[in-house]
């Protein structure tokens, strides 16, 4: 990641692109990470590839292996126990939005006075 | 879906596993993802310019794997094996602690309890019946280790043989010990205490033999198969 402010962020936006698709591999994950961001958050393999272990150790996220013909590749899907994680954070992380909303989106207004 | 027509060789795949093993990626199941990471963007690279030569693509794929290189990712990796079987062994303890394993267990306990107090307790005995417990789990793990000659090469076994090597040491190698050795010193007398306490751990032994080598192992190889089926030729 290209910034502290994406640091803990990783997570929500894998569960969140897992969600909408049915199975993606790492490669996958940060190339539409990139494109969705317009290249604006840049994912590190060496961010990507521990959470990834880490989600499938926790059970959010379960592995498979596909043969490419020259190679294997393994592909991420969300686990049932992961659908329920993801609402949750999903559901946190609009949250989190809404309250910076009030301090910097357009129509803030940080008087003390009201 | 990112379709990319350009489709590295088979010997360039086995380069890129051989730079891997350079850069101490030894275990298979961690070189799989990281195969697959390096070709797909080498093969983006290169065919977004095709002036670009493999090994040229290759370091620059590898340079955005920042200092460190690939060594954050398998100390990763094994941290979170080690969770993953902390959770799993965890689990089939629980799963053998119920009917029919749980009266198995109770049957023995009382079985080494029975043996001890009717037909005698004398300090030979616990000493015994540990020294034939560790004859028959030295066996047992010998077998085992034997047949998962493989365990080096996959991380998902390498974790899974710590855990069970440090059952082995701590059961089988220094309580035995120690039994000898209080056998040495002192006759045991035999109070309700010591007959209970020698009796459940014969029975604990037994427990642990059953669900490290005998419980998880059994569907070792059944779960890592599944997850890389290329190792069902290898074995």
């Known amino acids: ?114 | 879906m990112y379709v990319v027509v350009m489709k590295l060789s088979k010997w360039q795949i086995l380069h890129l596993k051989r730079f891997l093993r350079h850069h101490y990626v030894k275990y298979e199941d961690v070189q799989l993802e990281l195969i697959d990471h390096l070709a797909s963007a080498i093969e983006e690279k290169m065919e977004e310019d095709q002036s670009v030569s493999f090994e040229q693509a290759l370091n620059q794929v590898y340079k955005n794997f920042g200092t460190l290189g690939f060594s954050q990712i398998v100390k990763e990796k094994e941290k979170a094996m080690q969770k993953f079987w902390r959770k799993h062994i965890w689990k089939n303890v629980l799963d053998t602690l119920r009917p029919p394993a749980l009266l198995a267990t109770i049957l023995i306990f009382i079985l080494f309890f029975g043996s001890q107090t009717y037909l005698g307790f004398t300090y030979l005995r616990p000493v015994t019946i540990s020294f034939c417990i560790t004859l028959f789990a030295i066996i047992m793990c010998y077998n085992y280790y034997v047949r998962e000659v493989q365990m080096e090469t996959y991380l998902f076994l390498k974790s899974y043989h710590t855990y069970a090597g440090i059952i082995f040491v701590i059961f089988f190698l220094s309580l035995p010990n120690a039994i000898f050795a209080i056998g040495e010193q002192k006759e045991l007398v035999a109070t309700p205490l010591t007959v209970s306490l020698t009796s459940a751990y014969f029975t604990i032994c037994i427990f642990l033999l059953y669900v490290f080598y005998f419980k998880i192992p059994s569907g070792l190889l059944h779960d890592l198969k599944s997850q890389y089926p290329q190792l069902s030729t290898n074995i």
């Not at chain 1, 499938?56 to 994680?85: F, L, P």
């Open chain 1, 1 to 114: 990641m290209n910034s502290k402010i994406y640091k803990g962020s990783l997570e929500p936006i894998i569960l969140k692109l897992l969600t909408e698709h049915q199975a993606m591999y790492g490669y996958e994950i940060t190339k539409a990470i990139k494109n969705l961001t317009k290249n604006e958050i840049q994912v590190k393999e060496g961010s990507l590839y521990p959470l990834l272990h880490r989600m499938e150790a926790d059970g959010v996220i379960e592995s498979y292996i596909k043969n490419m013909g020259n190679r294997n590749r393994k592909y991420y899907k969300i686990t049932e126990e992961g659908q329920h994680q993801a609402a949750s954070i999903l559901e946190e992380m609009n949250q989190y939005l809404r309250i910076m909303q009030s301090f910097f989106g357009p129509t803030h207004n940080l008087s003390l006075d009201q």
